[in-house]
């Protein structure tokens, strides 16, 4: 029997033989023996189970009557059959036409500043902040000093953009999430001139944007909350009864209203129709989302419970790179392959960036301390061949591309500033990350070993599963999630 010492003799071994040798003979023993050292375990994911809380989450990830002019979803933006992202480097969210990598401006042209990120696996317990550059976050301190006088309290704590007007109940990280895209005016609010398509259903043509007009003249916070109150109006109309009538005779509550109101009670029958809150929405979809993004069957968590079939000889391979030479574990680590802590690559930058006019400065826009600038955070990587284009700005179209950038991002960057790709000054040159910065001197056939190790963490259920996507949504506009090429 080997000894654990000549199991890492042969690793050692093995790192320092030609790479093809690589792909053709992995000593499973000599690699379970690396991935133990690197606490690499199973991805232990919750049950797949509908409830009613479910159910309404669905029905508002996929509904465009979120958006101040009805045209947007959660689900435009994160679209189940592109990984849970969208296809195009920077999101189009108001005013936009068909969805994926389909998807185009249209009048207005606006884009998001950022890369739309994936979902999958935001409900797990490592997961610790939210967006690129992490704005919304555990408050460890609060969190720490609940328990300190109470042991049993289980209440999580935010850091966001609302601050003290974060408002209280919301359940996790990814309900958190779900308060800004419904109040961010390029993603899904809009402006207070807008007006619905006027060939939307009738019952949603040529409406106003009464949500941008609440907020109008606000910032935020107070902004936020007044997108949020108005949110729930639209929904429920609860100062309405089932027998109020307009001036022309016409029932004023929908019969998609009456829908949603259904939803509501049964996800929460303890909360009455004038007590429900943007709480409640935000809480649902992060329900769903936990749920139904959940990665359950990847190919490498059946190799790490012992089957070596379960991935081929260069997924294997692949491995030993990923956890050995590449050095891509020393931030994408553990079972969802993320530390989500915050990093530089020194990525060029495409689009207008985060609140400036030339760039995006990452985590320093919330932190603003300058060991932050060009900082994002590290993505998981779990289905993230199914994800495509990468970094915060999309600007890598390839996994290819993006590891070709890791392998040397500084004379990369160079390059692209001499032929006038990218704006590269000491600042940002001075930021990228030490473990990348010497350059990882990975070969062409290394690279194509990293991306077969990827393709083991895929897991195509996740995203395909028949009960994510409605077949219709509660207020009859089309279901943010089907292609439409024309």
């Not at 902040?129 to 999580?156: C, K, L």
């Not at 109101?261 to 029958?269: D, E, I, N, S």
């Not at 000491?426 to 070969?443: D, E, F, H, Q």
């Not at 990293?450 to 207020?475: H, K, Q, T």
Request: hydrophobic share 40%; net charge negative; charged share 25%.
């Amino acid at each position: 029997m080997k000894t654990t010492a000549a199991l890492l003799s042969t690793f050692l071994l093995l790192l320092l033989a030609p790479t093809v040798a690589l792909s053709q003979s992995v000593d499973d023993k000599v690699l379970r023996v690396l991935l133990a050292s690197h606490g690499q375990t199973p991805l232990e994911s919750p049950p797949f189970v509908v409830d009613d809380k479910y159910i309404l989450g669905q029905a508002l990830y996929f509904d465009p009557v979120l958006s101040g002019a009805r045209e947007v979803a959660c689900a435009t933006c994160h679209l189940p059959i592109r990984g849970t992202s969208n296809a195009q480097p920077l999101a189009v969210g108001v005013d936009g036409r068909r969805l994926g990598e389909y998807r185009l401006a249209g009048g207005r042209g606006f884009e998001t500043p950022r890369n739309s990120p994936d979902v999958l696996n935001r409900g797990h317990a490592l997961v610790q902040n939210m967006f690129w550059d992490g704005r919304v976050a555990f408050d460890e301190e609060a969190i720490r000093e609940a328990r300190y006088y109470d042991d049993g309290d289980t209440t999580p704590y935010f850091e966001s953009p609302m601050k003290q007007h974060f408002p209280d109940g919301v359940e996790n990280l990814l309900a958190a999430q779900a308060l800004f895209p419904i109040a961010g005016v390029d993603e899904m609010l809009g402006r207070p001139g807008d007006r619905s398509d006027s060939e939307l259903p009738d019952e949603h043509a040529n409406l106003p944007n009464e949500l941008a007009q609440a907020a109008a003249g606000f910032a935020d916070p107070a902004r936020i909350e007044r997108v949020h109150k108005a949110m729930i109006a639209r929904l429920f109309a609860p100062r309405l009864s089932d027998t109020d009538v307009d001036e022309d005779g016409e029932l004023e509550l929908k019969q998609w209203q009456k829908e949603y109101r259904r939803l509501a009670r049964a996800a929460y029958p303890e909360v009455s129709l004038y007590g429900l809150s943007i709480v409640e929405l935000v809480n649902a979809i992060g329900h769903f989302e936990k749920i139904a993004f959940a990665t359950r069957n990847a190919p490498w968590d059946d190799y790490l419970r012992g089957n070596n079939g379960a991935i081929s000889g260069d997924a294997k391979a692949g491995a030993l790179v990923f956890f050995g030479k590449g050095k891509c574990a020393a931030c994408h680590a553990g079972p969802l392959f993320s530390d989500f802590e915050f990093h530089s690559l020194g990525v060029r930058q495409i689009g207008p960036g985060k609140n400036i006019s030339s760039d995006d400065l990452g985590r320093y826009h919330v932190t603003a301390d300058e060991r932050d600038l060009y900082k994002f955070r590290t993505p998981p990587l779990r289905n993230v061949t199914l994800s495509p284009p990468y970094f915060h700005d999309g600007v890598a179209a390839t996994l290819r591309a993006a590891i070709r950038h890791h392998n040397d991002p500084l004379n990369l960057a160079g390059a692209e500033d001499a032929n006038g790709t990218h704006s590269w000054n000491s600042s940002k040159r001075n930021s990228v990350s030490y473990i990348v910065a010497a350059g990882l001197k990975l070969t062409e056939t290394e690279i194509d070993l990293l991306i077969a190790f990827l393709a083991s963490l895929e897991d195509n259920l996740a995203v395909y599963m028949p009960d994510i996507v409605p077949a219709r949504v509660p207020s009859g506009l089309p279901v943010a999630a089907m292609f439409n090429r024309e």
